[in-house]
């Protein structure tokens, strides 16, 4: 999906789509290494992305998960558990 993006951007923008990764009113002395560090944050960035989403997923499975298991032992091993379920 990264790789389609890129490619299409390239496409409809041509260069002007290289222009991203220069920020405006920065000074033309420090472009190459700006050039180089917007390209390498814009590169990580679908990894990054990728793995908080994974945490965010698995982190409200297992809360699921957890919150289930604390349900199911309240009400299998308790009289309390059972007369919480009555009102």
């Known amino acids: 999906m990264f ?3 890129n490619i299409i ?3 409809v923008h041509h260069w002007a789509f ?3 990764f220069l920020p405006g009113g920065s000074p ?3 472009a190459p290494f700006l050039v180089v560090l917007e390209l390498v944050s814009y590169s990580v960035r679908p990894f ?3 793995i908080r989403l994974f945490a ?3 982190a409200g499975h297992s809360l699921v998960k957890i ?3 604390f349900a199911w032992s309240m009400l299998s091993f308790s009289v309390v558990g059972i ?3 009555l009102p």
Do not use: D, P
Request: hydrophobic fraction near 70%; proline fraction near 0%; charge should be neutral.
């Open 3 to 5: 790789l389609a993006i």
């Open 9 to 11: 951007a390239i496409h």
């Open 18 to 20: 290289i222009g991203t």
């Open 28 to 30: 033309i002395v420090m």
């Open 48 to 50: 990054s992305l990728g």
């Open 56 to 58: 965010n997923l698995l």
């Open 67 to 69: 919150l289930a298991g």
């Open 83 to 85: 007369l919480m379920v």
